[in-house]
T-cell receptor, first 112, second 110 residues
């Protein structure tokens, strides 16, 4: 089945140790999104890609970077994770325009 | 004031009850989404609406564009419906990005 896949589902990293989360999709959607969701809060958009065009939200910390090497894959890099970065990270995809977003299962990041 | 408001924030129901969750928004939108998130889980899209009403199984979603209001109804609720239900709008003022409501935490007791 076409879907949005996130790996790993659970990630533990140490304070300050770089970590990469991955997302892949088989939907051939040209828009990919990364959201951060902290406990009991709504998802917060970090950035999104229209094809290869990268769009950073104004309040996304510089500590967060993203790469999209091709249509199918997108990566979230956290250069120096702090305790406050512990959260669920959700990847989503959509076709360009006012179309439905398809979410992955999320990666829960713990920072020790 | 948040651009997307949901009510109630928390809802407990008995199995079999009819449930309504409300969403009001204050921005121009191109579409409204109802999403479901189980504890510790990812998000599943239930509906995307731009007008009228949609039905899928026991779930019904309606939207009134003039009143800037949408409702999600669950008929014959079941414990497996227990989840957080999130209203999100495609915000014309935000490049069509999603603006999320705060979610409604539903618990259905057997």
């Amino acid at each position: 089945d076409a879907m949005v896949i996130q790996n790993p589902r659970y990630q533990v990293t140490q304070f300050g140790k770089p970590v990469t989360l991955s997302c892949s999709q088989t939907l051939n959607h040209n828009v990919m999104y990364w959201y951060q969701q902290k406990s009991s809060q709504a998802p917060k958009l970090l950035f999104h890609y229209y094809d290869k065009d990268f769009n950073n939200e104004a309040d996304t910390p510089d500590n967060f970077q993203s790469r999209r090497p091709n249509t199918s894959f997108c990566f979230l890099d956290i250069r120096s994770p702090g305790l406050g970065d512990a959260a669920m990270y959700l990847c989503a995809t959509s076709r360009r325009g006012a179309y439905e977003q398809y979410f992955g299962p999320g990666t829960r990041l713990t920072v020790t | 004031k948040n651009e997307v408001e949901q009510s109630p924030q928390n809802l407990t129901a008995q199995e079999g009850e009819f449930i309504t969750i409300n969403c009001s928004y204050s921005v121009g939108i191109s579409a409204l989404h109802w999403l479901q998130q189980h504890p510790g889980g990812g998000i599943v899209s239930l509906f995307m609406l731009s007008s009228g009403k949609k039905k899928h199984g026991r779930l019904i979603a309606t939207i009134n564009i003039q009143e800037k209001h949408s409702s999600l109804h669950i008929t014959a609720s079941h414990p497996r419906d227990s989840a957080v239900y999130i209203c999100a709008v495609r915000n014309n003022n935000a490049g069509n990005m999603l603006t999320f409501g705060g979610g409604t935490r539903l618990m259905v007791k057997p």
